[in-house]
């Protein structure tokens, strides 16, 4: 699949909504193809990671006939050959609809079957009862930058925009950014979100990594490959003794998607926020 085929995914395209289970409306998109760009493809990575998603209208029926309700979090690994086209996903949950199942569990094992065949890799499917206190919202851990003072019209990805700070200072700190825009590659829709840029090293030129955040604005890609291409643009900024960027989209179609990527090995994403 190259960038063009892009066009002819079910994101751009007029839909009817099943409502009947049917694996067969999930539609996988290699990641190699943006990764290419990256100069990513073919070779080892230089992160770990993950995608969490979380849906907020999945429904079916017991065997009884009634709606149940559940809020899911699915987490796919970095490393699986691919990811979901998100309106697919969203077509895919609502065919559970108007579908019997014995029980919330059953539910599950069906979404992590049909889910890890589509990614190439196992995905883990938790549910959550909808007053659960998990879906609790939390505040970014850190500096925000978005109370600097800067000024910027560069719309569009430029590394060189990047800095360490001038003190030459090693530091560990949590910096992160609610103006983190992209667009859909396929519909130009706007995706916000708020990243976050955990590390130890060099200290970062704040007001440079706000500026970097804001160059996205105008970009078109996916959630995922804007992260990656955070990630690779400030690990060849530096050595750092370890990095994560970790972004956390805004909902759209009862869907939100949330790429990490990191060094150390360790996958904890951050509690979800306000504009979850």
């Known amino acids: 699949m190259d960038r063009e085929d892009w066009q002819n995914l079910p994101l751009g395209q007029e839909t009817r909504y099943e409502s009947s289970y049917n694996p067969k409306l999930l539609h996988p998109i290699p990641r190699a193809v943006s990764r290419a760009q990256l100069g990513l493809a073919g070779g080892a990575l230089p992160f770990?990671?993950?995608d969490e998603w979380w849906g907020f209208e999945l429904s079916w029926l017991s065997p009884k006939g009634v709606p149940q309700v559940a809020v899911a979090r699915f987490r796919f690994a970095a490393s699986s050959p691919a990811m979901i086209e998100s309106k697919s996903f969203k077509l895919?949950?609502?065919?559970?609809?108007?579908?019997e199942f014995e029980?919330?569990?059953?539910?599950?094992?069906?979404?992590e079957a049909d889910l890890s065949a589509a990614a190439g890799s196992d995905v883990a499917v938790t549910l959550f009862d909808v007053e659960d206190a998990a879906l609790a919202v939390h505040k970014p851990a850190g500096f925000c930058l978005d109370r600097l003072e800067i000024e910027t019209r560069q719309y569009q990805p430029d590394?060189?925009?990047?800095?360490l700070a001038a003190s030459g200072e090693v530091v560990e700190e949590t910096l992160y950014s609610h103006l983190l825009r992209s667009n859909c590659p396929v519909t130009g829709q706007p995706d916000w979100a708020t990243v976050s840029v955990e590390y130890k090293g060099p200290?970062?030129?704040r007001a440079a990594l706000l500026a970097y955040v804001i160059s996205f604005r105008e970009h078109q890609d996916f959630h995922e490959h804007c992260v990656e291409r955070i990630f690779c643009d400030l690990q060849q900024l530096a050595a750092f003794e370890h990095l994560t960027v970790c972004a956390r989209y805004t909902r759209r179609g009862g869907l939100d998607i949330n790429p990490?990527?990191?060094?150390t090995g360790e996958i904890v994403f951050p509690g979800r926020f306000a504009r979850q």
């Not at 990490?260 to 060094?263: E, G, H, I, M, S």
């Open 260 to 263: 990490l990527r990191t060094t």
């Open 103 to 111: 029980s919330a569990d059953a539910v599950r094992k069906v979404l």
């Open 159 to 163: 590394a060189s925009l990047l800095k």
């Open 48 to 50: 770990t990671g993950a």
């Open 92 to 99: 895919y949950l609502n065919s559970f609809n108007q579908t």
């Open 203 to 205: 200290a970062l030129d």
